[in-house]
């Protein structure tokens, strides 16, 4: 009785342990399971966060561009900040059904929402995820994205044309793509007009059939924008240029280097009208070779900086490690490049130093516009530091750091916002703003 009893309690602590194991790794499965379900929602959680960046960081330029042509007429080209902000949750949710994730377990919103251009996406993952052996398991995860200033491509940069029209090489200026031949014209008629003191900057340049569609699907009056596949810009031979004080100089000089006023009424579109005509299949085969490249030193900034600033403009940047086109938008914006330049309110030079500023970055003439200029940069390096973005750094550059620490935003000064506007629609229109081109940080 006592061995059967012994035999029995053997058993009964055999199948205990038998179910322990077993409890164990059916734990074990759990765990893994649930690993293995908060990586692919991570995953899903990166993929919608970049989607929606990358999807805000190529609607920039439209979102930047003026709300009013010179005329008054509304602006084609002009992206409101909703549609600009559903744009980015739209291409974010046709990401996650792409990746059979349930768009209704995901969240997106926009943290900078507020600000007049946000560049910042966050999407969060509550995905029910079912393993491969029937179990199901919750897993959610965060994912922040950043589409940064500049997205446009850098002058000299070369690629190719797609989505109809034409299918060639393309070489940038200004941010804007051309076919190369055409780019070496207009770096010609570029060189002409500044020994004229005539600053011109591209507008816009290649635009393919599927953006021409989009463009007249936004504003289908043919009177303001052709149809898909009847603008000369899907050709890549057409350039809006500007700005309005360019328009009487292209008029008198543009045809000596092969370029025409396609219309009357349009003083600012020129199309190189060399033969072959425009979307002729012999420019298809284009080398880049023609592209008349520049220096890295004179495409690094936008081209309405004076040649005397360039640089200087370019040594301070390098020097103090801030983008050089931020610093030429807000010379423009301070002074328009005059070093002689004074405010009611004190400030004083190029960069329209405050006398206590000035000697707080060692500034001891605010009208040296070199010593300046690298203040400037001293300066922006600083509030870059402090602030993480452009136009945080602006603004605080215009208001001082103190509002712009208190809210963490541009504050609510129509002087201030309109300075922080106009800089990144300048620097936005040149295509010249040099920051890191794409980031996004993990935040669970």
């Given at each position: ?45 990166d993929l919608v966060a970049i989607s929606a960046a990358r999807s805000m960081r190529d609607d920039l330029p439209y979102l930047l561009a003026p709300a009013r ?66 179990h199901r398991v919750e897993a959610s995860a965060v994912a922040e994205a950043a589409a940064p200033y500049g997205a446009a491509a850098a002058d000299g940069a ?239 550059y215009n208001a001082g750091p103190a509002p712009v620490e208190a809210c963490h935003c541009i504050p609510p000064y129509p002087e201030t916002r309109a300075y ?25």
């Amino acid at each position: 009785m006592k061995l059967r009893e012994e035999k029995g309690q053997a058993l009964i602590l055999a199948l205990g342990a038998s179910l322990a194991l077993i409890a164990g790794a059916l734990a074990l499965v759990a765990i893994a399971g649930a690993v293995t379900g908060k990586g692919r929602a991570q995953r899903a959680a990166d993929l919608v966060a970049i989607s929606a960046a990358r999807s805000m960081r190529d609607d920039l330029p439209y979102l930047l561009a003026p709300a009013r042509l010179a005329d008054g007429r509304p602006n084609p080209s002009h992206l409101e900040k909703g549609r600009y902000l559903a744009r980015a949750e739209a291409a974010a949710l046709t990401i996650a059904r792409e990746n059979e994730v349930d768009p209704r377990r995901i969240r997106v919103w926009f943290p900078d929402a507020s600000s007049f251009a946000p560049v910042r996406a966050k999407a969060i993952v509550v995905a029910g995820l079912r393993e491969g052996d029937g179990h199901r398991v919750e897993a959610s995860a965060v994912a922040e994205a950043a589409a940064p200033y500049g997205a446009a491509a850098a002058d000299g940069a070369m690629g190719m044309a797609s989505g109809g029209g034409y299918s060639g090489p393309l070489i940038y200026r200004d941010g804007k793509g051309m076919r190369p031949d055409v780019a070496a014209a207009y770096d010609q008629m570029v060189a002409a007009a500044r020994g004229d003191g005539i600053v011109l900057v591209v507008v816009s340049a290649f635009r393919s059939d599927a953006e021409q569609a989009e463009l007249f699907a936004a504003h289908p009056d043919p009177t303001w924008v052709a149809p898909p596949g009847h603008s000369l810009h899907r050709c890549a031979t057409e350039l809006d240029i500007g700005p309005s004080s360019a328009y009487g100089w292209l008029a008198a000089n543009a045809t000596r280097f092969g370029f025409v006023q396609r219309y009357s009424w349009e003083a600012w579109h020129y199309g190189f009208d060399v033969d072959p005509a425009p979307c002729s299949p012999v420019r298809e085969a284009v080398t880049a070779g023609g592209g008349g490249g520049t220096s890295a030193s004179s495409t690094a900034l936008p081209a309405f900086v004076p040649a005397q600033y360039r640089d200087p403009i370019l040594r301070s940047a390098s020097r103090w490690g801030v983008p050089p086109a931020l610093m030429a938008g807000q010379l423009m914006a301070e002074s328009g490049f005059d070093p002689t330049a004074g405010s009611p309110a004190g400030a004083q030079g190029i960069a329209q130093f405050m006398p206590s500023t000035a000697a707080t970055y060692g500034l001891a003439n605010p009208y040296d516009p070199v010593a300046a200029i690298d203040a400037e940069a001293h300066l922006m390096h600083d509030l870059l530091t402090q602030f993480g973005s452009p136009e945080l750094a602006l603004a605080a550059y215009n208001a001082g750091p103190a509002p712009v620490e208190a809210c963490h935003c541009i504050p609510p000064y129509p002087e201030t916002r309109a300075y922080v506007t106009r800089i990144l629609a300048l620097i936005g229109s040149a295509g010249a703003m040099v920051m890191p081109s794409f980031e996004v940080r993990l935040v669970a």
